[in-house]
């Protein structure tokens, strides 16, 4: 099976810099996927890391250690707009199917 | 907007029902996958079609079917409703491996 593990909530004042943990241990690795989600909205992509190191794209960035089953995403110059679950998800290697984690929530002070 | 089109939105409706949920992939996306998520169990995989076939299902109750067409637009049943079905339905596609972009979800109430 797979257990994917990250923080319930998160609290950061604007402007801030945030840090969303997600370890997981899974067999058949294909790439680790974060997703953010507006309350009742669809999930939306944000990256995808399947080698080791790190992403960036603007101000988000995801890394990636594949030895420790551990990622993270890294949330810059924070906006009122970034509160939202973020979701952290694990591919298999056969088929592409999606396990999702909890969720994160991020609320966002000014 | 993801490309990813769901209908209806929303569904009221009764236990013991059965209901239909359609989705429509991005252009050229081959796979679609359906996802079931309840406030206390989260974003759980139901099943992929690939191309009209089935490619891998989850934690799908016998209950709940689905297919593909040629088309490659796909629809969820849901049948003999509980309770407990009450979800927010999330359909994604994907070319093949990779990212998945969702639709805007169909929430289904059972009453």
């Known amino acids: 099976g797979q257990n994917i593990d990250q923080p319930t909530e998160m609290t950061a004042t604007e402007g801030a810099i945030v840090q969303i943990n997600c370890t997981y241990q899974?067999?058949?690795?294909?790439?680790l996927f974060w997703y953010q989600q507006h309350a009742g909205e669809a999930p939306t992509f944000l990256s995808y890391?399947?080698?080791?190191g790190l992403e960036e794209k603007g101000r988000f960035s995801s890394f990636l250690s594949r030895s420790k089953g551990y990622s993270y995403l890294l949330l810059k110059e924070l906006q009122m707009k970034d509160s939202a679950s973020y979701l952290c998800?694990?591919?298999?290697?056969?088929?592409?199917?999606?396990?999702f984690g909890g969720g994160t929530r991020v609320l966002v002070k000014p | 907007d993801s490309g990813v089109t769901q209908t209806p939105k929303h569904l009221i409706t009764a236990t013991g029902q059965r209901v239909t949920l359609r989705c429509s992939p991005r252009s050229g996306d081959l796979s679609v996958y359906w996802y079931q998520q309840s406030l206390d169990q989260g974003l759980q995989f139901l099943i992929q079609?690939?191309?009209?076939?089935?490619?891998a299902k989850g934690n799908i109750l016998e209950r709940f079917s689905a297919q593909q067409f040629p088309d490659l637009h796909s629809e969820l049943n849901l049948s003999s409703l509980e309770l407990g079905d009450s979800a927010l339905y999330f359909c994604?596609?994907?070319?093949?491996?990779?990212?998945?972009?969702f639709g805007p979800g169909t929430r289904l109430t059972v009453t």
């Open positions: 994604a596609s994907s070319v093949a491996l990779g990212e998945q972009y």
């Open positions: 890391n399947v080698l080791d």
């Open positions: 079609y690939y191309n009209g076939e089935e490619r």
């Open positions: 899974t067999s058949g690795f294909n790439g």
């Open positions: 998800a694990v591919s298999k290697a056969a088929g592409n199917k999606l396990t």
